[in-house]
């Protein structure tokens, strides 16, 4: 097996260096396998009796026990072949892709060895030799690299191993203790939803993008026909407005310009169970998935995007536009975790750590906490154009303890309902998402508010 058309993951290599504290591996040592055990024990038994009662047969019966044995054993090696683990720090992977870790195995003797790898792996990487089992032949004092994969279903950060590499010599008399290799930690990028908006975002106030702006300058976007001034270029001139009023008319448009927008991930609880790519998805999932999608699409389009956590941790990710811009928010995005008990995060704290008064923010909440509410109430109160997606999947409910369960659920939905429609009476535009352009309602209406 060899590294050839197998796409290549980040890797770190944890058995470059032994943990602090852990046991320090044995070493890797050639030993007897029970077959060389059995054919010895073969032969001295063999010829025990025939000495004993006189049996010929017995010696015959042994000798080629005997004769296969030396002739095995007459290259032995002496030391052991060397596995490793390599990492690729450039390379990356996405969900439904093939993640791989690449394990180096070199033989220094000059006889054939056989290298049996066994490997685990996270429930979210199906590996594709079932447990990680195979094989592989080594030439005299040659080396090979082998390929511990399988299709990761899941984003984040996973681990592949440990990895167990055994190697058999003198046709399976001799074999080497186990070498233990801790593994390594693929990121697996999540796979963005599908998303499009043909909608301006309002305050486009950079030097040059594709929104439209209130100011006038040099695009397609037509303002109004008025009256010439000097300074005007003359390929904008109107000539058939200019031949019925008899003046000089020319065209007006509006300059189009980039906008900054911050994400805004809340993840202070985490509902439903994740099926990975193929199944369910959980408020991390969604929430991940959609601010991907958003991400993507404004920094391909020239926007400067942002990604703020709304939890325990805090992470911010830093602006930026274009295709590496957007690849580093997906990999800022494999990052994200949602912690078991996580410290209650401060709303007014976070608002202030937003950019400009003129920045689009696009909070992903699933509506759950009162700090929630409270953020999102907070940056409308502020006079910031916020943008509420509700990331709380459809399928989502609690498990079902008591006969009076559905009750409850039914008042909860009424009770989540009600602070929609306050919120959206605060000016606040709330919408769920549900993939390609489904917040281009949303966005027209925040464009109508802000020409009001």
């Known amino acids: 097996m060899t590294l050839a058309g197998d796409p290549a993951l980040s890797l770190r290599t944890d058995s470059a260096r032994p943990h602090r504290g852990a046991q320090t591996e044995p070493p890797v040592t050639w030993r007897r396998t029970p077959a060389l055990t059995r054919a010895v024990a073969l032969v001295a038994v063999c010829l025990l009796v025939s000495v004993a009662f006189g049996r010929i047969d017995l010696v015959l019966i042994a000798a080629p026990f005997a004769i296969g044995t030396a002739v095995l054993l007459q290259h ?125 975002l309002p305050f486009a106030d950079g030097v040059t993008g594709v929104h439209r702006s209130r100011r006038g300058g040099d695009s397609g976007e037509l303002a109004e026909v008025r009256l010439y001034q000097p300074g005007d270029r003359l390929r904008r001139i109107d000539w058939r407005t200019s031949m019925r009023s008899q003046d000089l008319y020319v065209n007006a448009t509006l300059s189009e310009r980039d906008t900054d927008v911050t994400l805004i991930l809340d993840l202070q609880v985490e509902a439903g169970v994740s099926g990975g790519l193929d199944g369910a998805a959980s408020i991390a999932d969604l929430t991940v998935r959609a601010a991907g999608a958003v991400a993507s699409h404004y920094a391909l389009q020239g926007d400067r995007t942002s990604c703020i956590e709304f939890g325990a941790r805090g992470r911010r990710m830093r602006a930026g536009a274009g295709r590496r811009h957007a690849a580093a928010t997906l990999r800022w995005l494999a990052s ?117």
């Open 76 to 200: 032995r090696p002496t030391r052991p072949p060397v596995a490793r683990l390599t990492a690729h720090d450039d390379a990356t992977t996405a969900e439904g892709a093939t993640a791989s870790a690449s394990l180096a195995v070199f033989n220094p003797e000059p006889v054939p060895v056989t290298t049996l790898v066994t490997a685990g792996a996270d429930p979210w990487i199906d590996l594709h030799t079932g447990k990680g089992d195979f094989a592989e032949r080594l030439a005299p004092a040659t080396g090979r690299d082998m390929v511990v994969a399988g299709r990761a279903r899941r984003w984040g950060g996973h681990h592949i191993g440990p990895i167990h590499v055994r190697s058999i010599a003198c046709g399976g008399l001799l074999e080497t203790t186990v070498q233990r290799l801790h593994g390594a930690t693929v990121w697996v990028l999540p796979v963005p939803d599908w998303f499009d908006s043909a909608e301006s």
């Open 336 to 452: 994200v975790d949602m912690p078991v008990d996580p410290l209650p995060p401060s709303p007014e704290m976070l608002r202030r750590q937003l950019a400009g008064q003129r920045s689009l923010n696009v909070v992903f909440t699933p509506l759950l906490t009162d700090r929630s509410l409270a953020l999102v109430a907070a940056i409308a109160r502020a006079g910031r154009p916020v943008l509420c997606v509700d990331t709380l999947p459809p399928h989502v409910s609690p498990p079902d303890r008591t006969h009076w369960t559905p009750y409850a659920e039914r008042l909860w939905r009424l009770s989540r309902a009600n602070t929609v429609m306050e919120l959206r009476d605060l000016g606040v535009a709330v919408e769920p998402w549900q993939g390609s352009a489904s917040l281009d309602n949303v966005l027209a209406e925040l464009n109508r508010r802000r020409y009001r």
